[in-house]
């Protein structure tokens, strides 16, 4: 099958989806309005087993591998390639300086699509990305010209291997921001930048990098430079030179290629965690997530982007390279790639390019107004895209993309408001009831789930949690309750791995957990909320639950790159078992909306949901009342009934003392950092100790 035929095989495809759900939704606005004669009883269980079977049909379905090019964006961006292809062949405006212009600007997006990726995507802001585009420059440029013949001396070869050198050193790079966070990792990024300049410059190596007058007659395509070249890049296999437009389509192609692969990263699990990583690192852990490994897979995507474009910059642009030249890019340093990125817009998926594109506008245009007022302008420029920069953080900090994006989401929320759209069809039963997860490690310990041992927290010489031995039964929903400042947050930190106790032992199905990780106590089967909200809030409502599914799904990287067929299937699962989940807590209508937008016990719930998400088989619930009205109270002490009828073990801090006494099993009580009490809702109760120490007025009245 042609590329064509594939595509519109994909876009018949996507029609008949689109009519099977329209069907859906007007099978369930029927229903809404008791139109489908089941749904005038009451009760949900009476919804036909087929349109079930395919609404779990429907749901579980992956995504075609072509279906992103019949999106709008698809469209634009397979517009966007024909164009360029076309230009130099078949529309106007072809002109030499133009022309490398326009190649320019492709090269440095290449490099803002990956910052973005790390800082727009994964919110560490790198400032030393010009690192990268040096060390590409400068590896087609030794190998090029020191290895002139033979394998090692192919340009091809050497885009390759600038590629995997650019990875490298972003893992490098990547790890001080293992350690560093916000401003101190730029800085430690920017610091990189002279350590790099001087080696290139140096004396000492002056044999490989040429020291200050760098590498010349690096090979190059016929045409571009004004001479004709000493070395020319040739084609793979026939070896026939190659010219500047046959490179250019090659450029054209390779940046279609690298936007596409960004574009899936973004949008798979990996994606996710990174953004799960910028918007809230402890909730990231929380949901299994590997930190480290996400920073530092998305560095070496980063550097490994910036590399390769560099070693194409200085392929077609000005065939030489040294430290001044930079690259021969005419753009100073790191700081005007943050400038694109920021204009264009950051975290967005076509940011990098408009913003390389107005920059690189801006930077030609600048010194034609100056011929314009006779003003020597451009020795201004760096100046210039400073303010601008300034101007843009300031007034509209979305940038051009991330201001389009918002305009769109609101006008879409606006039409929602208009038309309503009916609830979805109810999931079966499969999808939507969360379940502890099975397997032998999450059976061990016998009947005790989670065990403390004599556990002590100490800050500084605060005893913190002190000598603390608490059991949970399986099954049970269990209470930990005490006065503000008790320790039963750092209880919960210490038990999940946020932190290792000093003294005593914590013990998980069976096994010694203490010091370990928390994405390990999240593997082993803990999922916990907050007692301050720590919600992804600019991710959607159902991408949060898809994060808490992250160490329940296995496909990996490059697998998410390229679109498997495994990785689509997972993506198509955890969607449907997020959205089934959503549908537990009653959340499925608002899906799709930014999880900061929702009502603040609304966030509560999801929190809840993304925590199911990961099958856990002891649920940790902080605080979970807080700020709730006694109807949402009353709600809450459903779900958490719900809940603990499947089978998972609930473990609840509270202060609503009418929540804890409807829901547990046991009650544990801290005061000062040490357990005072342990028994059933009565025996607490009854227990003077805990009453003199917490329940005090309130429950000697009742
Ligand atoms: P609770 O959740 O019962 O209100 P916390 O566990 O939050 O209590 O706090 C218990 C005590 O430990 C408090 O005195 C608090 O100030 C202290 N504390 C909690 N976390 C830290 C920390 N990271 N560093 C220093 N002190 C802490
Ligand atoms: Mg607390």
């Known amino acids: 099958m042609s590329l064509i035929d594939q595509i519109r095989e994909a876009n018949r495809q996507a029609v008949a989806e689109r009519e099977r759900r329209r069907a859906l939704k007007a099978w369930a606005r029927a229903r809404a309005a008791g139109a489908v004669g089941e749904a005038a009883m009451p009760g949900e269980a009476r919804v036909p087993d087929t349109a079930l079977e395919d609404a779990a049909e429907l749901a579980l379905r992956p995504e075609r591998r072509l279906s992103v090019f019949a999106t709008p964006g698809g469209i634009g961006f397979t517009l966007l390639l024909i164009f360029l292809l076309a230009w130099p062949f078949a529309l106007p405006g072809f002109d030499p300086s133009t022309f490398l212009e326009v190649q320019k600007i492709l090269a440095a997006a290449i490099v803002v699509i990956g910052l973005n990726l790390i800082a727009g995507f994964t919110g560490q802001l790198s400032l030393g990305q010009k690192i990268f585009v040096l060390i590409g420059g400068y590896t087609v440029g030794v190998m090029t010209t020191r290895f002139d013949s033979g394998m090692l001396g192919n340009h091809w070869i050497a885009l390759v291997i600038a590629l995997a050198l650019g990875a490298i050193a972003g893992a490098m790079l990547g790890l001080p921001a293992l350690r560093v966070k916000g401003a101190y990792l730029s800085i430690v990024t920017l610091a990189f930048v002279p350590i790099f300049y001087t080696l ?364 498997t067929p495994r990785s689509r299937r997972e993506e198509a699962e955890i969607k449907a078992r997020a959205m089934g989940l959503l549908q537990f807590v009653g959340l499925a209508a608002m899906a799709d909306a930014p999880a900061g937008a929702l009502p603040y016990g609304k966030q509560r719930y999801l929190e809840i949901a993304r925590a199911l998400a990961l099958d856990p088989v002891l649920l940790i619930l902080d605080e979970p009342a807080a700020g709730l009205n006694p109807a949402e109270v009353h709600d809450l002490m459903e779900l958490i009934r719900r809940i603990k009828a499947t089978g998972i073990t609930v473990f609840l801090i509270e202060h609503h003392m009418d929540l804890v006494m409807g829901v547990s099993d046991r009650i544990s009580v801290l005061d000062y950092g040490s357990k005072i009490a342990d028994g059933t809702p009565g025996e607490i109760q009854a227990n003077q100790r805990v009453v003199e120490a917490y329940l005090g007025a309130e429950m000697v009245e009742a």
């Open 200 to 563: 290139f410059n140096s004396e000492l190596f002056k044999p490989v990098f040429g020291g200050a007058q760098g590498i010349g007659d690096i090979a190059t395509p016929i045409g571009n430079v004004a001479r004709p070249p000493n070395r020319t890049v040739t084609f793979p296999f026939t070896g026939n030179a190659m010219t500047d437009i046959d490179y250019y389509v090659f450029l054209v192609l390779i940046f279609g290629l690298l936007f596409f692969l960004a574009r899936n990263i973004v949008k798979s699990r990996w994606g996710r965690a990174m953004t799960a990583v910028r918007e809230s690192e402890i909730a990231a852990k929380s949901s299994g997530v590997r930190v480290y490994k996400v920073k530092v897979a998305a560095f070496m995507v980063s550097a490994a982007y910036a590399s390769l474009a560099g070693a194409l910059l200085t392929t077609f642009s000005t065939a030489q390279i040294s430290p001044e030249s930079a690259a021969a890019i005419h753009i100073r340093d790191s700081f005007v790639y943050v400038v694109m990125m920021i204009i264009g817009g950051t975290g967005t998926l076509a940011g990098p390019l408009v913003g390389a594109a107005l920059v690189s506008l801006i930077r030609v245009m600048i010194p034609k107004v100056g011929e314009l007022i006779s003003f020597d302008l451009k020795r201004w420029t760096t100046t210039l895209l400073a303010v601008l920069a300034l101007i843009s953080v300031v007034t509209a900090p979305a940038g051009t993309v991330g201001i389009i994006n918002d305009r769109i989401a609101r006008r879409r929320t606006r039409r929602r408001h208009r038309h309503p759209e009916p609830t979805p069809p109810p999931l079966p039963d499969s999808l939507v009831r969360p379940k502890p997860r099975a397997g032998a490690g999450a059976a061990g310990g016998g009947d005790v789930v989670m065990e403390t041992r004599e556990m002590s927290k100490i800050f500084g010489g605060l005893r913190a949690n002190d000598a603390v031995s608490i059991q949970v039964r399986r099954g049970t929903a269990h209470s930990l309750i005490g006065p503000n400042g008790s320790g039963k947050t750092t209880f919960i930190n210490v038990v999940t791995g946020v932190y290792a106790p000093e003294e005593g032992s914590v013990h998980f199905a069976g096994e010694r957990i203490d010091g370990k990780p928390a994405f390990v106590t999240v593997e082993r089967g803990m999922g916990r909320t907050f007692q301050n909200l720590q919600l992804w809030r600019r991710m959607s409502v159902i991408e949060n639950v898809m994060v808490g599914m992250h160490v329940r799904v296995r496909s990996g990287f490059v697998g998410n790159m390229i679109r």
